[in-house]
């Protein structure tokens, strides 16, 4: 069975750091695009970044510059380190596997079910 979990979110003050995984069960993720999304309450989901197979990664203006996202082949595993962290960075964050790396939910197959990030003082 196919399996992305997403794990690593939690509370943190602005200013702070997170990082999160996404680790993948039942398929080899070297061979897949995974991108990251996230949805915060009344909004539409949001893609924030993804990385391809070849190690290529796109940053949406919003995280760029504080958002590093990176691929453990051997772990199965692909993060996302959050620094530099604002409340309107609140969300659920999920990340998902696709043959394409892009920021469109559409060109993804399989997705997690989510790690909640909270950013408040």
């Known amino acids: 069975q196919l399996q992305l979990v997403e794990s690593g979110g939690g509370l943190v003050q602005p200013g702070g750091s997170l990082t999160l995984s996404c680790a993948a069960s039942?398929?080899?993720?070297?061979?897949?695009?995974i991108g990251w999304f996230r949805q915060a309450p009344g909004k539409d989901r949001e893609g924030i970044s993804c990385i391809s197979s070849s190690a290529d990664t796109y940053y949406v203006d919003s995280v760029k510059g504080r958002f590093t996202i990176s691929r453990d082949n051997a772990k199965n595993t692909v993060y996302l380190q959050m620094n530099s962290l604002k409340p309107d960075d609140t969300a659920v964050y999920y990340c998902?596997?696709?043959?394409?790396?892009?920021?469109?939910?559409?060109?993804?197959?399989?997705w997690g079910q989510g790690t909640q990030v909270t950013v408040s003082s």
């Open positions: 998902a596997a696709g043959l394409r790396g892009t920021v469109v939910a559409a060109t993804y197959d399989y």
């Open positions: 039942g398929f080899t993720l070297a061979h897949w695009a």
